[in-house]
């Protein structure tokens, strides 16, 4: 007995909108796949690698656990534009995209496994940097669906439930690292094993379409080399949409490891008050991006605007970073987490909602969607490094201790850069 799904068959398309509406339950299953891609990519960071590394390596941890950790960086700005490259000349019989969405979640799984039963650093290392490659293989096939399946009008609301289920992701991997302490091999294998699942039922729904040996374009060292980055001449909006994502996400990299050292050193709180505070306003700021991913993509879809929404998040993130660089008050950092989870749930919705309406062409949109998610991964493997340089840099106005007036401010302003660009957009409104 053989395996069926639904096709469609036929040339690639420009718009690469399918010939029929999509299948009732489509979205749904879209934004479960990556919920459960986002939980199975953050419970290694959450705890896991640290108590692994710390587990076979305990006198130089940190270090290790930094070179484990740009390992994965480096894996992730390189797997998902070239996994998305390739699904777009992908000719299987099961569809462009499936493969991609199901294989990913299946290599994934088996690096966490990996991971889970590792002896030593160098299988560790191993370990993640598969499931990195497996997982941003997965998340390449279903950002592609997004323009795959439909319209440009509808895509910001699809990307607003795509943009709030990878958000809430942390919050089921919070849960089981809870659930189960200190059982990694359990808490990975559900994790990962749910990312299957869904991305069964994911293909099993999806429409995808069967693109014909006789139109697939070459593969080449030249095609791959272009997918690591891409920002064509003839597709303004694309290049400002992608720089603006870079410099918001820089400023966000820079700090993003030092929320309780902030607490420490700017606010002066205990360790144990400023770990239970971190995880107090890391939960309710990712509630609340959620929340507000899901609502800032129909609201902005129902009025056919998208780029008051993406210009007024930018402000608004840039102000909160901004606050806290002239402020040591514990309830300004509840009420910049409050405000700065709403904004950032509304800003990753509608921004990539826009970016799927401007792609260059979009028969190849894995490859762009791909190279645009490296403006947001990119920031992630470098901007740490240039953090403690920036904390060294003369001394905080506010507090004793390394300068987080400087940093903060950095970002801030950084963030505020990218609102502008974001005003000169032509091909959306």
């Given at each position: 007995?053989?395996?069926?799904?639904?096709?469609?068959?036929?040339?690639?398309?420009?718009?690469?909108?399918?010939?029929?509406?999509?299948?009732?339950?489509?979205?749904?299953?879209?934004?479960?796949?990556?919920?459960?891609?986002a939980a199975a990519g953050a419970l290694p960071l959450i705890l896991g690698l640290g108590l692994k590394v710390q587990e076979i390596a305990p006198t130089n941890k940190e270090a290790v656990l930094g070179f484990v950790a740009a390992l994965g960086g480096v894996?992730?700005?390189?797997?998902?534009?070239?996994?998305?490259?390739?699904?777009?000349?992908?000719?299987?019989?099961?569809?462009?995209?499936?493969?991609?969405?199901?294989?990913?979640?299946?290599?994934?799984?088996?690096?966490?496994?990996?991971?889970?039963?590792?002896?030593?650093?160098?299988?560790?290392?191993?370990?993640w940097m598969v499931a990195v490659t497996g997982y941003q293989a997965m998340v390449a096939g279903l950002t592609a669906t997004v323009v795959d399946q439909f319209p440009a009008e509808r895509r910001i609301r699809?990307?607003?439930?795509?943009?709030?289920?990878?958000?809430?992701?942390?919050?089921?991997?919070?849960?089981?690292?809870?659930?189960?302490?200190?059982?990694?091999?359990?808490?990975?294998?559900?994790?990962?094993?749910?990312?299957?699942?869904?991305?069964?039922?994911l293909c099993a729904l999806l429409p995808d379409r069967r693109l014909d040996p006789a139109e697939r374009?070459?593969?080449?060292?030249?095609?791959?080399?272009?997918?690591?980055?891409?920002?064509?001449?003839?597709?303004?909006?694309?290049?400002?949409?992608?720089?603006?994502?870079?410099?918001?996400?820089?400023?966000?990299?820079?700090?993003?490891?030092?929320?309780?050292?902030?607490?420490?050193?700017?606010?002066?709180?205990?360790?144990?008050?400023?770990?239970?505070?971190?995880?107090?306003?890391?939960?309710?700021?990712?509630?609340?991006?959620?929340?507000?991913?899901?609502?800032?993509?129909?609201?902005?879809?129902?009025?056919?605007?998208?780029?008051?929404?993406?210009l007024w998040a930018t402000a608004i993130l840039g102000v909160t970073l901004l606050l806290k660089a002239v402020t040591a008050s514990v309830g300004v950092v509840?009420?910049?987490?409050?405000?700065?989870?709403?904004?950032?749930?509304?800003?990753?919705?509608v921004d990539l909602g826009l970016v799927t309406q401007v792609l260059p062409d979009e028969r190849d949109a894995g490859r762009y969607l791909g190279a645009f998610s490296m403006a947001k991964h990119l920031p992630s493997a470098v901007a740490p490094a240039l953090a403690p340089v920036l904390l060294g840099l003369g001394s905080d106005p506010f507090a004793e201790g390394p300068n987080y007036f400087v940093l903060f401010s950095v970002c801030g302003l950084l963030t505020l850069a990218a609102a502008p660009l974001v005003g000169l957009l032509r091909g959306v409104r």
């Open positions: 007995m053989s395996l069926t799904f639904p096709q469609e068959t036929g040339a690639p398309q420009e718009t690469g909108t399918p010939r029929h509406a999509p299948r009732r339950g489509l979205i749904a299953a879209i934004g479960m796949a990556e919920l459960c891609y894996a992730t700005v390189i797997s998902n534009p070239l996994s998305g490259h390739l699904s777009d000349r992908t000719t299987s019989r099961y569809g462009m995209r499936r493969p991609w969405i199901l294989g990913g979640s299946l290599l994934g799984l088996a690096g966490l496994l990996l991971l889970a039963l590792a002896g030593s650093i160098a299988l560790v290392a191993v370990g699809v990307a607003g439930v795509f943009s709030m289920c990878n958000m809430l992701g942390v919050v089921p991997a919070m849960a089981l690292s809870q659930l189960f302490k200190g059982e990694l091999l359990l808490q990975f294998t559900i994790c990962g094993g749910l990312a299957v699942t869904a991305a069964g039922v374009r070459p593969v080449n060292v030249g095609s791959l080399a272009s997918a690591l980055l891409v920002l064509p001449r003839h597709a303004r909006d694309y290049r400002l949409l992608w720089v603006q994502r870079l410099l918001v996400s820089i400023g966000f990299a820079l700090i993003s490891s030092y929320s309780l050292y902030y607490l420490q050193s700017r606010v002066g709180m205990p360790t144990a008050e400023a770990v239970a505070l971190v995880g107090l306003t890391t939960i309710a700021s990712t509630l609340l991006s959620g929340l507000f991913a899901y609502v800032g993509g129909r609201w902005s879809a129902r009025i056919g605007r998208g780029r008051p929404f993406v509840i009420v910049v987490a409050v405000i700065s989870g709403a904004a950032t749930g509304v800003y990753y919705a």
